[in-house]
């Protein structure tokens, strides 16, 4: 090494310094300063409504396979036109990571992930959160979708009735 690469690297790590100490603070002051989420991050859950006011879950046990923490428990139940929904439902945010897995598996857009991140208690019973605490009153993230007008055939309407779906093939009607 000779004197000149020495002196080189020593007003390097000054130069280095010297920005760091122009630059502004990246500290924020929580919680009187609130830093705003992006709207993708992953933290509350929520149980959605569909755009009808009817209740999005059905009870399908997806999201409760999916977790890798196993914090999502439920009871099914069926009303008496035949449509499924959870009679109870639970979440214990005390083991909950925000993966966001169950809200990826659910097929009705029941679950999603709000940016709600200040769920702190000092109790940890208090972060088992039961249906009543998690169902909303709006749709979330999509206002238009409505899982009984897709699927759900056959129970709430007849085969092909449902929104841009097909009439029924019969199978035999192909063979050659
Ligand atoms: S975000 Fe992940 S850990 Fe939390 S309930 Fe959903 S699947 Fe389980
Ligand atoms: S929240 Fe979605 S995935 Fe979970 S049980 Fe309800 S419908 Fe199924």
Redesign the pocket.
């Known amino acids: 090494m000779s004197i000149f690469s020495d002196t080189k690297a020593i007003f390097g790590g000054f130069g280095v310094t010297l920005r760091h100490m122009l630059r502004r603070p990246v500290t924020i002051q929580y919680p009187e300063q609130k830093r705003t989420p992006y709207p993708r991050f ?1 933290a509350r ?1 929520v149980l959605t409504r569909d755009p009808d006011g009817g209740e999005r879950c059905v009870a399908c046990y997806l ?1 409760s396979a ?7 428990s439920m009871q099914s139940a069926e009303r008496e036109d035949g449509r499924r929904y959870a009679e109870w439902f639970r ?3 005390s ?9 990826e ?1 659910c097929p009705t857009l029941a ?1 999603q ?1 709000t940016p709600d991140y200040e769920i702190c208690k000092r109790d940890i019973m208090d972060l088992v959160y039961e249906k009543e605490d998690l169902l909303i009153d709006g749709c979330g993230k999509d206002d238009r979708y409505n899982f009984y007008r897709h699927a759900g055939i056959g129970v709430t309407q007849p085969r092909g009735a449902g929104l841009e779906e097909s009439m029924p093939v019969d199978v035999r009607t192909l063979m050659p």
Do not use: E, K, Q, S
Not at 66 to 72: K, L, W
Not at 95 to 103: D, E, K, P, Q, W
């Open positions: 992953r859950i999201c999916a977790c890798p923490v196993d914090c999502i979440i214990n945010f083991r909950c990571i925000f993966c966001g897995l169950c809200a598996a679950i992930m």
